[in-house]
Each structure stands twice: as structure tokens, then as C-alpha cells.
């Protein structure tokens, strides 16, 4: 039998993946889980219909949204990772024996259950006695913190469904507030090149730059996500990523990456035209 999976990645454009068979389908309260093997992708995890992890590429994002802020404040200790069921940035986290603390606030247990029993290859950290996981909506877990952090990362699914609140000025608001006085915030940034991303994007970067001094985009080349083309957002009271990058000390550190490196660093902030573009348009 011939099976493939089909995203959506626009009204007019879709992207399969063939797949072996199929691991694991669950109705959460909140979404439909599936989990599969696929011909050239390895294991992939899909939420309501829309693919989330891939075994084959997810190290990029992963690496991209965790060692950009990581090389960029060494003394970073308290990180608060927001969404991030499969595991993968607490993973990447843990590599570092600086940071003493990460708190993971993912609204649906359900994803984590099943990223433990079959997406090892992100999750395997995820007991690791630094981290303590919430069950909660990361809009409601952060309006309660003060000066509790020095990262937040916001690993969150596009801004519809249960990830709609993510993207809203009033969490970027109760971020600012959360994260110390010389504090960061990447958050997955969606993509230019199809209109509703793009209009995403823009509504968001609008919102972050009314809180932070410093708001900037960074760019990677991801397969499987919607153009292959995707953005970071990267806001700090304090820290320029590309002045402040502590490159002798993230090399001494002697972490095997399979994407970052620091030469890479200092070039994702040189994003093209058709991105400067749209920041300029940003707004709300």
C-alpha cells in the first residue's frame, strides 16, 4: 500500500512525505497526535494534520533556537522553555552544564507521553533533574513570573489553535516582565515567503519591539517547514547577539553540533532583502 502524509502549507501548495506505517494515533484534549515512520524523514510527529518534528532535520531548529542566545549571555542559569513537547530544545539545553535550571511549560501532557515512548532522539533529557515540566498555558504560566529568568525561548506551533496566544502583545508584555534585568527571547518567527506567514511574522515582531530595546531576525534553512525558509525572533534588554557573541567560550565548550557553528551565528543576522522588507512593514 502507498501511503504518503500531506501538509498544507498554503491553500495552493502541499508537501508529502511517503510513509512506512503509522505509530500511534491519539485525540488529546487539545489536538490529534500522530506519530509515523517515514521513507526518508525517519520518525515524524504531526499535530491536528500539521508536522511538528521530523528525525532527519529537527537538529536544525532545535540547534538554532538554543546556541544563538546560549553563545550570545554566557552566564545565562534560569531558562524558561515554552512549548516544546518532543524535547528537543530542553535537549540541547542540557548540554550545558552552566544553566541550573529550565522550567518547560507545554499545555498538552499528551505530546510529551508519546515524544517519550517514541521520539528518544528529542526527549531523551527530558528527566534530567534540572528541568521541571508544567502542564499548563504558557500565556497563563508567565504572567505570574518577575525577574525570574535569563532566557525564555518560545518553541510554539504557529500562531493558530492552542498556539494562537503565544504570538499576542499582551505575552510578549509578561515575558519583558519575566526575564531579568539583562534577559533574552527567541521565539520561532514563521517565514516570509507565503503571505499568512509573513502577516504572522510581522504582527509579531511589531509586538516584541514595543517591549524590547533590542529586536532582531535571524534566518535557517529548514526542509520540511513551510518554504523551507524559516525566522527566529531575537529580543534582549541588554544583549546584541552580533557584538556580544562570546565565540572563544561556546568553542571551548566543545559542544558537537551537526548546524550551528559561531561563523554561522554572525551570518543568520544577514537576512535578505525580501526580509527587510517585510520588518519594515511590521506593525500592527
Not at 552566564?75 to 512549548?83: D, P
Not at 525564555?152 to 500562531?159: A, E, Q, R
Request: charged share 25%; with cysteine; glycine share 6%.
Amino acid at each position: 500500500m502507498d501511503i504518503w502524509y500531506t501538509k498544507n502549507q498554503t491553500e495552493h501548495v502541499r508537501f508529502s512525505i511517503r510513509i512506512e506505517k503509522q505509530l500511534a494515533s491519539v485525540q488529546s484534549e487539545f489536538q490529534r497526535i500522530d506519530i509515523f515512520d517515514s521513507v526518508e524523514f525517519g520518525r515524524i510527529m504531526t499535530l491536528d494534520g500539521l508536522l511538528i518534528v521530523t528525525e532527519k532535520d529537527e537538529y536544525i531548529y532545535h540547534e538554532m533556537i538554543t546556541h544563538i542566545p546560549m553563545a550570545t549571555n554566557p552566564n545565562i542559569k534560569r531558562v524558561l522553555v515554552i512549548g516544546a513537547g518532543d524535547g528537543g530544545t530542553v535537549r540541547e539545553l542540557c548540554r550545558y552544564p552552566t544553566i541550573e535550571h529550565i522550567d518547560m511549560v507545554e499545555i498538552d501532557e499528551m505530546v510529551v507521553q508519546l515524544s517519550k515512548e517514541y521520539l528518544l532522539f528529542t526527549a531523551y533529557c527530558l528527566e534530567d533533574s534540572r528541568v521541571h515540566i508544567y502542564y499548563q498555558d504558557g500565556l497563563r504560566f508567565v504572567r505570574k513570573k518577575e525577574n525570574a529568568y535569563d532566557l525564555i525561548l518560545v518553541d510554539s506551533t504557529d500562531p493558530f489553535g492552542v498556539g494562537e496566544g503565544l504570538f499576542t502583545k499582551e505575552f510578549y508584555g509578561n515575558c519583558y516582565k519575566a526575564l531579568s534585568a539583562d534577559g533574552i527571547l527567541v521565539n520561532q518567527h514563521e517565514s516570509t515567503f507565503y503571505t499568512a506567514y509573513s502577516n504572522a511574522m510581522k504582527r509579531a515582531h511589531s509586538r516584541i519591539k514595543s517591549f524590547f530595546p533590542i529586536a532582531l531576525v535571524y534566518q535557517t534553512h529548514i526542509p520540511t517547514y513551510p518554504s523551507g525558509h524559516w525566522l527566529f525572533g531575537f529580543a534582549s534588554k541588554q544583549y546584541d547577539p552580533r557584538q556580544d557573541l562570546q565565540a572563544d567560550w561556546w568553542n571551548s565548550l566543545r559542544l558537537k553540533t551537526r548546524y550551528y557553528n559561531t561563523i554561522l551565528h554572525q551570518g543568520c543576522f544577514a537576512i535578505p532583502n525580501n526580509v527587510r522588507d517585510a520588518l519594515r512593514e511590521a506593525k500592527e
